[in-house]
């Protein structure tokens, strides 16, 4: 069993989509279709069920799948382990990203990347905390940005406190204040942040048993940024989401303060280029400061 079809396995089940996977691949559909038959033919067993909406993978895909993903990760492994003893790096890392560091940071940390590390190629797949952490886990990433919740199952590099500001609009009773007392948002018209996993404005509000009148649950940004300008309530969003806004619209730091911790989870045993990937992220931060 060759391991060119535990990777067109793989990325079939991550697009859950033949045309999707032989895109992705650079391979004619008939031949993703083709390779994952004769894997199956090799096993003696169905991996993969198809259906007029597309495809899924049977429980003994989804089993086989976990150990494949293992063999082709100690495969790179192994590929970035000789390179490394010959004092070049090279390879490839899987990053999950959220969307505010995949527009915020990503794009100079990859432009660094390119230019000294070209060796090294960066995939970036975007979800929220809680696809994150199980990308990790099952080992669909290499690495991943978390918020703050340590597991023993990987290990975790903080690296950034992110302010939470309240933002409101110009009509809002509130506009004027130079910082709001949290106690102040009981009963308001807010927008609550929806995403899965620890939600940091959540965890900020019932901290202070502060509870606001929700209006709306949104998990973009965008989305709840646009509510507010049309003065349909007020938020609280993290700082690294809110570089571009209209001008009707003001953030305001809250009088307790509050923030969300962004970190790096990654596996115990790293390879050396998610390691290097890393180590550039943190001496760019740090240089930020």
């Known amino acids: 069993m060759s391991l060119v079809k535990y990777e067109i396995l793989?990325?079939?089940?991550?697009?859950?989509?033949?045309?999707?996977?032989?895109?992705?691949?650079?391979?004619?559909?008939?031949?993703?279709?083709?390779?994952?038959?004769?894997?199956?033919?090799e096993l003696g067993f169905a991996l993969i069920h198809r259906s007029r909406t597309g495809v899924t993978l049977t429980s003994e895909g989804q089993t086989m799948l976990l150990s494949m993903r293992h063999v082709l990760d100690a495969e790179e492994l192994l590929q970035q382990e000789?390179?490394?003893?010959?004092?070049?790096?090279?390879?490839?890392?899987?990053?999950?990203?959220?969307s505010s560091i995949s527009s915020n940071w990503m794009p100079e940390i990859i432009q660094i990347m390119d230019t000294h590390y070209p060796g090294i190629t960066v995939e970036l797949r975007e979800g929220d905390y809680y696809e994150i952490e199980h990308w990790i886990q099952s080992?669909?990433?290499?690495?991943?940005?978390?918020?703050?919740?340590?597991?023993?199952?990987?290990q975790y590099i903080e690296l950034r406190h992110d302010p939470l500001l309240c933002i409101v609009s110009d009509k809002s009773?509130?506009?004027?204040?130079?910082?709001?007392?949290?106690?102040?948002?009981?009963?308001?018209?807010?927008?609550?942040?929806?995403?899965?996993?620890?939600?940091?404005?959540?965890?900020?509000?019932?901290?202070?048993?502060?509870?606001?009148?929700?209006?709306?649950?949104?998990?973009?940004?965008?989305?709840?940024?646009?509510?507010?300008?049309?003065?349909?309530?007020?938020?609280?969003?993290?700082?690294?989401?809110?570089?571009?806004?209209?001008?009707?619209?003001?953030t305001i730091p809250l009088k307790q303060g509050g923030y969300r911790t962004i970190g790096l989870a990654m596996k115990h045993h790293a390879s050396p280029v998610t390691k290097k990937f890393a180590?550039?992220?943190?001496?760019?931060?740090?240089?930020?400061?």
Do not use: C
């Open 82 to 98: 000789a390179a490394h003893i010959l004092g070049v790096t090279r390879g490839k890392v899987r990053i999950g990203v959220i």
């Open 139 to 154: 080992g669909e990433v290499d690495a991943g940005f978390l918020n703050g919740d340590k597991s023993d199952q990987f």
């Open 173 to 250: 009773p509130l506009y004027n204040k130079e910082e709001i007392d949290i106690a102040e948002l009981e009963n308001m018209p807010f927008i609550m942040t929806s995403y899965r996993g620890k939600n940091d404005v959540k965890v900020l509000l019932e901290q202070y048993q502060v509870k606001p009148n929700i209006r709306f649950e949104l998990s973009e940004e965008v989305g709840i940024i646009s509510m507010i300008t049309h003065h349909l309530g007020m938020s609280i969003l993290p700082k690294l989401v809110i570089d571009r806004f209209p001008a009707s619209l003001r």
């Open 279 to 289: 180590e550039i992220l943190k001496t760019w931060l740090d240089e930020q400061n």
């Open 10 to 41: 793989n990325k079939v089940a991550e697009q859950m989509s033949f045309t999707k996977a032989a895109e992705a691949l650079g391979l004619t559909q008939s031949a993703v279709s083709h390779a994952i038959s004769s894997l199956e033919k």
